[in-house]
T-cell receptor, first 114, second 115 residues
């Protein structure tokens, strides 16, 4: 299984809502990532988890709260978002061994904030 | 993070080879050169990576200049399914491991393949 799954595929939320994005992989990867991609722009790194510990936070506003409950699962909790946070949110995990460095990306969750 | 420079767009005809260039003049000795592509409405997909020597896999070839200041991704026979944004990325492999394999995407090259 070489797949990263993300749910939901689409999410519409109001500025006062609380929602969560979910990412799952069963490849045994110990590094997982959240990226944000605005329309017609490249992905931008938000967070990196390594061995379930938050290792990099690229100065992301606190209305985005990541969580890594176990080595297979990565969540992104959303609260009090702004319309400019509307974007495609991508999750990725990283291989080790001979495929070290290769990141596997999920299809993303397309978020719209009203 | 060292930066890469790619053409904004390129065009190719189906079944012809495509050479996608990337300049990375500030590359450091421990930076790996990665290529990813993103098809419409999908997440990025790993294509190939290398350090110093040319690399081949089932998807593409990577030619790295001797001074490592530039590289070229080669698609040997373009198909319509190769139409995507291609990203050339330098990934630090610093000894301390503090980069955690992070990828810093540039603007990429939009490849259009004509039937």
């Amino acid at each position: 299984d070489t797949e990263v799954t993300q749910t939901p595929k689409h999410l519409v939320m109001g500025m006062t809502n609380k929602k969560s994005l979910k990412c799952e992989q069963h490849m045994g990867h110990r590094a997982m990532y959240w990226y944000k991609q605005k329309a017609k722009k490249p992905p931008e790194l938000m967070f990196v988890y390594s061995y379930e510990k938050l290792s990099i936070n690229e100065s992301v506003p606190s209305r985005f709260s990541p969580e890594c409950p176990n080595s297979s699962l990565l969540n992104l909790h959303l609260h009090a978002l702004q319309p400019e946070d509307s974007a495609l949110y991508l999750c990725a995990s990283r291989a080790g061994g001979t495929r070290r460095g290769e990141q596997f990306f999920g299809p993303g969750t397309r978020l719209t904030v009203l | 993070d060292a930066k890469t420079t790619q053409p904004n767009s390129m065009e190719s005809n189906e079944e012809e080879p495509v050479h996608l260039p990337c300049n990375h003049s500030t590359i450091s000795g421990t930076d790996y050169i990665h290529w990813y592509r993103q098809l419409p409405s999908q997440g990025p997909e790993y294509v190939i990576h290398g350090l110093t020597s040319n690399v081949n896999n089932r998807m593409a070839s990577l030619a790295i200049a001797e001074d490592r200041k530039s590289s070229t991704l080669i698609l040997h026979r373009a198909t319509l399914r190769d139409a995507a944004v291609y990203y050339c990325i330098l990934r630090s492999a610093n000894a301390g491991g503090t980069s955690y394999g992070k990828l810093t995407f540039g603007q990429g090259t939009i490849l259009t393949v004509h039937p």
